[in-house]
């Protein structure tokens, strides 16, 4: 890995070197907590990343509810966004990167114990930068589904000014 790499490259890289060890999906979930506090907040835990589909759980604790005793809204928009942030992110090639414009979720029942999202963005031709829709989906432990969210990312080029301030790799 580099210092060129991607955001997703290197969440990738690091899942892949963490996640067979005994204890390695804890050890990620704690890299995650760090690198991004607020998706930290409901205590992700990532199931599978590769890229292109993200498989991650949250499960219920008291921090995490609302008044009603199921999973608070927000902690489920949380993680919708990151399983599509995840499964897009280690999608694309280096050089790119995404930002969340828009985020909208549709509400089907409780969320009470564990649930899980999965995304499985398609990207699209990127030689343009645009603003494009993909969806996570939350499920129960039945297979049931509790909501739906559409996160809309601009995905493009990382700018000039950007890349410049970048750390380039030494070549030979």
Do not use: C
């Not at 129960?140 to 990382?158: E, F, H, M, Y």
């Not at 000039?160 to 070549?171: F, Y």
């Amino acid at each position: 890995m580099s210092a060129n790499d991607s955001p997703g490259a290197k969440l990738l890289s690091a899942w892949r070197r963490l996640s067979p060890l005994p204890g390695g999906h804890w050890l990620f979930t704690q890299l995650v907590k760090w690198m991004i506090p607020y998706t930290g907040s409901v205590s992700p835990r990532v199931e599978t990343l590769e890229p292109g589909f993200a498989r991650i759980s949250i499960t219920q604790r008291r921090r995490l509810e609302q008044h009603l005793g199921s999973i608070h809204a927000i902690a489920l928009m949380n993680v919708a966004e990151f399983a599509s942030g995840a499964a897009m992110t280690t999608a694309l090639p280096p050089g790119y990167r995404g930002i969340v414009t828009k985020m909208t979720i549709e509400y089907f029942k409780k969320a009470r114990g564990t649930v899980t999202a999965e995304s499985r963005p398609n990207l699209p031709d990127l030689t343009v930068e645009g603003e494009y829709d993909f969806i996570s989906e939350i499920t129960d432990q039945k297979g049931d589904l509790i909501a739906r969210a559409t996160v809309r990312w601009k995905l493009g080029p990382v700018p000039a000014k950007d890349a410049a301030s970048m750390p380039q790799r030494a070549t030979r």
